[in-house]
C-alpha cells in the first residue's frame, strides 16, 4: 500500500506537489493556538502591525521608532498575511508556513532533476519528518524565508559554475536576485553566506575551477536589482542612515553578547545534532566518507555550505538558536543522499545508524513523555529552582488533563516502528513512517501541551495587555525588555513621544494613565510614591500611576 502510494506520488510533478501542497497543511494547522512568543516573533509582528498603523510602509519600526536592525522583505510579506487575516497571530506565521511548502517542492524538484523523484521525495520527506526544521515553518521569525533565498543563491550559483554553457550562465542572474532578496531580508549576512560558501568551494577544488567574468557580471547585475531599489527608497527617505545602521549591528553581533546571548563554541553543533533528528543521525556516515561522484558536485557544496554556517555562528560572541537553521537544507541533502544510495545500493543502514537513531529518538521520545508529567507535579521539582522568577511562574494555574503524556508514548512508538523498518530494508514505510510522527508529535503537542507552558511563561502579562486594549494610557514592561506591550496592548500611533523617556512615565507630567510590568522579583516599583500594585500572577507583577493635575 505504502509502495503504490510512493509510486503514485512520484509518477509526475503534478501528483507530488499536490501532495506537497497537502503535506504542508501541517504548517498551517494550530497556528493560532497559542499567542507570539517574546523577543522575535512579538517583535517582528509588531514592526509589521507599526507599518500598518502608521501607513508607513517604507520603513521598519519598533514602538514607532526606527527599527534599522532589519530590512523591510520580510514584514511586507506579514503586512501583505494581516492585510487578509487579520492582526493576529496566524497571520504573522503565515508567510514561514508557506514557505514551508515552498521548501517541500523544491527540494523534490532539485533532487528529481539531479537524481531521481524519489531521492526528491526522500530529501522532502526527511526535512518535513525532522524536529527544529518542521518546528520552523511554525514559527513568525525571519530566518526560514531568508534561509530560503541563500539556498536558491547558492544553487543557482553551482549551476551556472559547474556548465559554462550559454544556457547555464544565465542562472547567475538568479543566483544574484536571491542573494539581493535574502540581503532585503536579513541584512548583509545574506551576501556574506553566499561569499563564505563560494569562497571554500574555491578552495577545496584549489582554483582549479573559476567562474566565468559573464557569470560575474550577471550575478552582480541580479544582485544589484533587488538592492538598489531597496536602497533608493531607503536614500530617499533617510540617507543612509539605515546602512551604517546595518554595519554597527551586524559587528556587535560578532564582537559582543548581545542581549545575553554568550554560549560556548560548540553550542550550535550540540543544537543541531540534538534539533535535527532524525537527519543528524542519517547525515554522519557520509560526513566521513570520500566525496564520490554527484552531479553538480552537490555533495561538496553542500557540505562547504554547512561548515560555513556552523564555523561562521560558532565563532560569533552571540548565539541564538536559529542562526544556525540554515544548517538544516545541507544536513537534510546530506541525509537524504545517504538514505537513497543505501536503498539504491541495495544494502543496509549501518548498525551503528540504527543504534543511534534508536537511542537518540528514544530520549526524545521520554522528554515528550516526562515534560508533562514533570510540569503537572511542579511542586516536586520547585525546591530544586534557584530561579525565584521561574519558581512563580511555575506556580501559574494549569489546566493539564493527564493524558499528555501519551503523545511521548505514541513518538516512541514511531521511532520503534522505524526502526524496524530499517532494520528490514523497508524504507519507503520508514520514510512515511519519519513524516507522520513529527508531523503527529508537534500537532499534538501544539494544542495539548504548548498553550499549558505558554500560560506559565507569559501567559499572565499577555492576558493583562489584551485587557488594556482601546484605553487611553501608556504601557511599559519595566526592568526586563519586551515587545509584547506594543502588539498586545496594540499600541496607537501617534502617541506623545515622551512616552519613550522612562524617567518621565515614573515621575513627569503625565497625560494618560501608566501601566508597568515587572517580572515578581523585581521589587523596585512597589515603594514608588507614583505607582500603585493593582496584582502580582505568575511571575508578574502590574503597576498603575493615574494621572495627577
Request: aromatic share 20%; glycine share 6%; hydrophobic share 50%.
Amino acid at each position: 500500500m505504502i509502495n503504490q502510494f510512493i509510486s503514485f506520488v512520484t509518477k509526475n510533478n503534478k501528483n507530488a506537489i499536490l501532495f506537497f501542497v497537502i503535506l504542508s497543511s501541517f504548517f498551517f494547522i494550530g497556528n493560532n493556538t497559542v499567542h507570539l512568543f517574546d523577543w522575535d516573533e512579538i517583535n517582528f509582528a509588531e514592526s509589521s502591525r507599526e507599518m500598518i498603523a502608521s501607513s508607513n510602509f517604507l520603513n521598519v519600526q519598533i514602538n514607532f521608532t526606527p527599527f534599522w536592525e532589519k530590512p523591510p522583505f520580510f514584514f511586507w510579506l506579514q503586512v501583505a498575511s494581516m492585510k487578509v487575516f487579520g492582526i493576529n497571530e496566524f497571520a504573522a506565521r503565515f508567510p514561514n508556513a508557506l514557505f514551508g511548502c515552498f521548501y517541500l517542492i523544491t527540494f523534490y524538484l532539485i533532487g528529481k532533476a539531479h537524481f531521481s523523484a524519489k531521492f526528491g521525495l526522500t530529501w522532502a520527506l526527511l526535512f518535513f519528518g525532522s524536529l527544529l526544521p518542521h518546528l520552523y515553518f511554525k514559527s513568525g521569525i525571519i530566518d526560514p524565508v531568508f534561509n530560503f533565498f541563500i539556498f536558491l543563491s547558492i544553487y543557482f550559483m553551482l549551476i551556472s559554475f559547474k556548465c559554462q554553457q550559454k544556457i547555464y550562465i544565465r542562472f547567475s542572474l538568479l543566483s544574484g536576485i536571491f542573494s539581493g532578496l535574502a540581503v532585503l531580508t536579513k541584512g548583509p549576512v545574506g551576501f556574506l553566506l553566499l561569499a563564505l560558501t563560494f569562497a571554500v568551494y574555491i578552495l577545496v577544488k584549489r582554483f582549479k575551477i573559476l567562474p566565468s567574468f559573464k557569470s560575474i557580471l550577471l550575478f552582480v547585475l541580479g544582485f544589484i536589482i533587488p538592492i538598489s531599489i531597496w536602497i533608493g527608497i531607503e536614500y530617499y527617505s533617510n540617507g543612509f542612515e539605515i546602512l551604517i545602521q546595518f554595519i554597527e549591528y551586524q559587528l556587535e553581533l560578532f564582537n559582543s553578547d548581545v542581549a545575553g546571548h554568550a554560549q560556548p563554541f560548540y553550542y550550535h553543533f550540540i543544537v543541531v545534532f540534538l534539533g535535527c533528528f532524525p537527519i543528524s543521525i542519517f547525515a554522519l556516515p557520509l560526513f566521513f566518507k570520500k566525496s564520490e561522484e554527484i552531479p553538480y558536485d552537490l555533495k561538496t557544496w553542500m557540505l562547504c555550505l554547512f561548515w560555513v554556517v556552523m564555523i561562521l555562528f560558532s565563532i560569533t560572541t552571540t548565539k541564538i538558536i536559529h542562526y544556525s537553521s540554515l544548517a538544516y537544507i545541507p544536513l537534510s541533502f546530506i541525509a537524504a543522499l545517504y538514505f537513497y544510495q543505501t536503498e539504491l545500493n541495495a544494502a543496509r543502514i549501518k548498525k551503528w545508524v540504527l543504534n543511534l537513531f534508536l537511542g537518540l529518538g528514544v530520549l526524545i521520545g521520554l522528554l515528550i513523555t516526562l515534560l508533562p508529567i514533570v510540569l503537572l507535579n511542579h511542586e516536586l521539582i520547585i525546591p530544586y529552582i534557584n530561579d525565584p522568577f521561574a519558581v512563580d511562574s511555575l506556580r501559574t494555574a494549569q489546566n493539564w488533563s493527564g493524558f499528555e503524556f501519551l503523545i511521548g508514548i505514541c513518538f516512541l512508538a514511531f521511532v520503534i516502528a522505524t526502526f524496524v523498518s530499517l532494520k528490514k530494508n523497508y524504507f519507503n514505510q520508514a520514510l512515511v513512517s519519519i513524516a507522520l510522527s513529527m508531523g503527529i508529535t508537534l500537532l499534538s503537542i501544539l494544542f495539548f501541551v504548548l498553550p499549558k507552558i505558554e500560560d506559565f511563561t507569559q501567559g499572565p502579562v499577555i492576558r493583562f495587555y489584551e485587557e488594556l486594549q482601546g484605553k487611553d494610557c501608556y504601557v511599559e514592561s519595566y526592568g526586563y525588555k519586551s515587545y509584547a506591550q506594543y502588539y498586545y496592548f496594540k499600541q496607537p500611533y501617534g502617541l506623545s513621544e515622551k512616552r519613550k523617556d522612562r524617567d518621565w512615565l515614573l515621575t513627569g507630567d503625565i497625560d494618560k494613565p501608566v501601566f508597568l510590568v515587572s517580572k515578581s522579583t523585581n521589587k523596585e516599583l512597589n515603594s514608588h510614591p507614583n505607582f500603585k500594585l493593582l496584582k502580582t500572577e505568575g511571575g508578574f507583577n502590574f503597576y498603575q500611576r493615574e494621572v495627577t493635575r
